[in-house]
């Protein structure tokens, strides 16, 4: 079968589509999953940069790639009463390399959940990562309620235009920053108000906030607390230096840090199934186009999701 590949850190031509063995099937809580789409989230190019490796460590040859999966049961271990042959699943990987881009992949079926029917599939993979991320960050850490104001920052991004939405089937009033190109963009996934960096600096903005969420992370608690209400809180998306301190000195200081979570993931399925969630997708790559699907993701500049064609 094929699978994304690298052994170097490095720029996108490390990655390689090589062939490998088809995975097999464990004896316990275990599905065999054809994979038909994944989506690309910026810790695929982080991680192949080597940004992370003072965690990671040095590079193992033949790294995989890839967290989001979207595919079909194809075996089961026999414990399995839950799924059935043939069900359309999502999950996010829990590892820290991924691995879903590929053409099959062994999952523990208690990492994730079935798709309801007539939802476009190419959609739901670009939720395992963003959407948990912009659901964890919100929803846990913010402990968003019904009217409570909330700035994104970074609406059209992939974490940030799943935020937005999930904030307004929640009841928020959502203010998002974007560029000036995208606060259409932004206005129709449901913004009420839609700043663009380039005309204005949203740290001067006269409103307060229940939750900030700072997507594309270019500010930090500091910079924004006199946005936040008496009990608002301002969440990050990176570990920096600053970050941690912050996180560790100010509670009302929050970092997301992505993890598979079912709860989240069914949540995030059933507001697309209710029509609450949309994943707008910029572009979609074939597996072997994936050196262009870095190329364009890495710019920063992908409005929505980038989605990662495999089966
Ligand atoms: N901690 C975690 O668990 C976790 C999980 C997921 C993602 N993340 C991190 O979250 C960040 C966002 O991820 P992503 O997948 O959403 O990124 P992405 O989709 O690649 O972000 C690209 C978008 O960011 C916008 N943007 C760039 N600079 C901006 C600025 N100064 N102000 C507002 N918008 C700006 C761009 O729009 P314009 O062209 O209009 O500027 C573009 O739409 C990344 O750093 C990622 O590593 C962290």
Request: proline share 2%.
């Given at each position: 079968?094929?699978?994304?590949?690298?052994?170097?850190?490095?720029?996108?031509?490390?990655?390689?589509?090589?062939?490998?063995?088809?995975?097999?099937?464990?004896?316990?809580?275990?599905?065999?999953?054809?994979?038909?789409?994944?989506?690309?989230?910026?810790?695929?190019?982080?991680?192949?940069?080597?940004?992370?490796?003072?965690?990671?460590?040095?590079?193992?040859?033949?790294?995989?790639?890839?967290?989001?999966?979207?595919?079909?049961?194809?075996?089961?271990?026999?414990?399995?009463?839950?799924?059935?042959?043939?069900?359309?699943i999502a999950g996010l990987l829990g590892n820290f390399e991924g691995g879903s881009?590929?053409?099959?992949?062994?999952?523990?079926?208690?990492?994730?959940?079935?798709?309801?029917?007539?939802?476009?599939?190419?959609?739901?993979?670009?939720?395992?990562?963003?959407?948990?991320?912009?659901?964890?960050?919100?929803?846990?850490?913010?402990?968003?309620?019904?009217?409570?104001?909330?700035?994104?920052?970074?609406?059209?991004?992939?974490?940030?235009?799943?935020?937005?939405?999930?904030?307004?089937?929640?009841?928020?009033?959502?203010?998002?920053?974007?560029?000036?190109?995208?606060?259409?963009?932004?206005?129709?996934?449901?913004?009420?108000?839609?700043?663009?960096?380039?005309d204005e600096d949203f740290l001067e903005s006269t409103s307060t906030f229940d939750?900030?969420?700072?997507?594309?992370?270019?500010?930090?608690?500091?910079?924004?607390?006199?946005?936040?209400?008496?009990?608002?809180?301002?969440?990050?998306?990176?570990?920096?230096?600053?970050?941690?301190?912050?996180?560790?000195?100010?509670?009302?200081?929050?970092?997301?840090?992505?993890?598979?979570?079912?709860?989240?993931?069914?949540?995030?399925?059933?507001?697309?199934?209710?029509?609450?969630?949309?994943?707008?997708?910029?572009?979609?790559?074939?597996?072997?186009?994936?050196?262009?699907?870095?190329?364009?993701?890495?710019?920063?500049?992908?409005?929505?999701?980038?989605?990662?064609?495999?089966?």
């Amino acid at each position: 079968m094929k699978q994304v590949l690298y052994s170097n850190y490095g720029d996108s031509s490390v990655l390689k589509v090589d062939e490998v063995d088809k995975p097999r099937i464990g004896k316990k809580n275990s599905l065999l999953v054809k994979i038909y789409y994944s989506s690309l989230n910026a810790i695929d190019w982080k991680n192949r940069k080597g940004d992370f490796r003072l965690v990671s460590g040095l590079i193992k040859p033949r790294t995989k790639q890839g967290f989001d999966v979207v595919g079909e049961v194809i075996e089961k271990s026999y414990d399995l009463q839950e799924f059935d042959l043939g069900d359309k699943i999502a999950g996010l990987l829990g590892n820290f390399e991924g691995g879903s881009f590929s053409e099959y992949i062994v999952v523990k079926a208690d990492s994730v959940v079935k798709i309801p029917d007539n939802i476009p599939i190419n959609q739901v993979a670009g939720i395992p990562m963003a959407g948990t991320t912009a659901w964890l960050a919100l929803l846990k850490l913010g402990g968003l309620k019904k009217g409570d104001k909330v700035l994104i920052n970074g609406g059209s991004s992939g974490v940030g235009h799943l935020a937005i939405q999930i904030a307004k089937a929640y009841g928020a009033e959502v203010t998002s920053i974007s560029s000036t190109k995208n606060l259409d963009f932004c206005k129709q996934l449901g913004a009420d108000v839609t700043i663009s960096y380039q005309d204005e600096d949203f740290l001067e903005s006269t409103s307060t906030f229940d939750i900030i969420f700072d997507v594309v992370f270019n500010a930090s608690y500091k910079k924004t607390k006199h946005l936040l209400k008496a009990k608002g809180v301002y969440i990050g998306t990176t570990p920096t230096g600053t970050m941690i301190k912050e996180m560790l000195r100010y509670k009302q200081a929050k970092f997301v840090s992505v993890h598979p979570n079912q709860v989240a993931l069914k949540d995030l399925l059933k507001l697309m199934k209710e029509d609450k969630l949309q994943v707008k997708i910029d572009k979609e790559f074939l597996l072997n186009d994936i050196i262009k699907a870095h190329d364009y993701i890495e710019k920063s500049r992908t409005v929505g999701k980038l989605i990662i064609k495999i089966g």
